[in-house]
């Protein structure tokens, strides 16, 4: 069973910087699109960063020139590099993907389990 595997969450002062990292579980073919995604306590999941196979990326505009998300096709894995971290990004981050696990074509939806980030002094 492939899953996504989220970490680098933690306990970070206003300020601060973190970086998440996730990748698949087990044999990928191929993904396409990868994305960040995050829920804060009694709020909805919502968007934060995506970037496509070939590097084109969209950012939540709370989040602009601060958060950078990259990607390493080589090892199937996409980064978020958070700086300027505020209160108001405390959440569960997840990880999102469209991934292939044959030649066929077909890709499916996954998501992670979700990383902790909190902001706070």
């Given amino acids: 069973q492939v899953r996504l595997v989220e970490s680098g969450g933690g306990l970070v002062q206003p300020g601060g910087s973190l970086r998440l990292s996730c990748a698949p579980s087990g ?3 191929r993904i396409n699109a990868m994305a960040w995604y995050r829920q804060a306590p009694g709020k909805q999941r919502e968007f934060v960063a995506a ?3 070939g590097g084109s990326t969209n ?3 709370s989040v602009k020139g601060r958060f950078t998300i990259s ?3 080589a090892k199937n894995t996409v980064y978020l590099q958070m700086n300027g ?6 959440a569960v981050y997840f990880c999102n993907a469209d991934m292939s696990r ?8 996954y998501w992670g389990q979700g990383t902790q980030v909190t902001v706070s002094s």
């Fill in 27 to 29: 044999s990928i073919f």
């Fill in 51 to 53: 970037i496509t196979s």
């Fill in 59 to 61: 950012y939540r505009d």
């Fill in 71 to 73: 990607r390493d096709n």
């Fill in 85 to 90: 971290l505020k209160p108001e990004d405390t």
């Fill in 102 to 109: 044959t030649s066929s074509g077909h890709y499916s939806n």
